[in-house]
């Protein structure tokens, strides 16, 4: 469904990312882990549009999508999260996710207040009866779950989630684990997560960056008999 090939990126003098290759099949959730600063969000990045790669390129559905503004890759069906929220704050829940819907989008922001919507998103995501509670009125874990529930509202064929965990408690993390399994159900999914026992526990493939390299590829199980990543700690 999606692959890229042989990324290269750098800004100035320091190589982020070196011949990075990384493939996701439709239907399942992948992975992407690693230390900080192994390259992981800047992938991302490349992978939906924020930056250009130096060289290497981005396919989707057999399109290629290299250096496409981020804008236009959404509207072939790729959506994202991210791992600094990205909320309108002053604006609620609703209208938060009315703003990324295509009708909103195609028609422009004078459509937000007379366009209903669905507001069933809201309750996918676990913020029933929160329609109308401004963003920035809302408690973390629920301002973590309105982001992907804009991400959703897109209806992407292909979700990226950057660090859904970030910030979150036991009990934040074991909620967004039980939507993202929802979630695979009926998407394709592909997540970086900073939380190795979240991510074994839901992906069905992981790729390991270290150095802004992909080091280890495989199965959790695979990834847990890897030698190198046994001693690095990051397997769990």
Same mark, same amino acid.
């Given at each position: ?12 003098a320091h190589v982020v990312l070196e011949d990075v290759s990384l493939s996701f099949e439709a239907g399942r ?12 969000? $800047?992938?991302? !990045? ?19 999508? $290299? #250096? ?17 929220? !990205? ?71 292909l979700l990226f989630l950057d660090e859904p965990t970030a910030g979150l408690g036991t009990e934040g993390t ?6 993202? $399994?929802?979630?695979?159900? $009926? ?24 150095? #802004? ?24």
């Amino acid at each position: 469904m999606f692959e890229a090939k042989h990324l290269h990126k750098r800004f100035g003098a320091h190589v982020v990312l070196e011949d990075v290759s990384l493939s996701f099949e439709a239907g399942r959730l992948s992975g992407i882990m690693g230390p900080n600063g192994a390259g992981k969000t $800047t992938c991302f !990045n490349l992978l939906t549009g924020r930056y250009a790669p130096d060289r290497g390129s981005v396919r989707f559905e057999g399109r290629d999508i $290299t #250096g496409l503004p981020p804008r236009a890759i959404a509207r072939l069906g790729i959506s994202r999260s991210f791992q600094v929220m !990205n909320l309108f704050d002053d604006y609620t829940a609703l209208d938060n996710v009315l703003v990324a819907t295509p009708e909103v989008r195609e028609r422009g922001f004078s459509m937000l207040g007379r366009f209903k919507g669905e507001s069933d998103i809201l309750g996918r995501v676990g913020l029933a009866g929160k329609e109308h509670v401004r963003a920035k009125d809302l408690s973390y874990g629920d301002r973590r779950a309105l982001e992907i529930g804009v991400a959703l509202a897109a209806r992407p064929k292909l979700l990226f989630l950057d660090e859904p965990t970030a910030g979150l408690g036991t009990e934040g993390t074991a909620r967004i684990a039980a939507l993202i $399994t929802q979630l695979k159900r $009926t998407l394709t999914v592909v997540m970086i997560e900073h939380d190795m026992k979240f991510l074994f526990g839901l992906a069905d493939f992981i790729y390991v960056m270290h150095w #802004g390299q992909v080091i280890a590829q495989g199965t959790p199980a695979e990834l847990r008999a890897n030698p190198w990543v046994q001693r690095s700690s990051l397997a769990c």
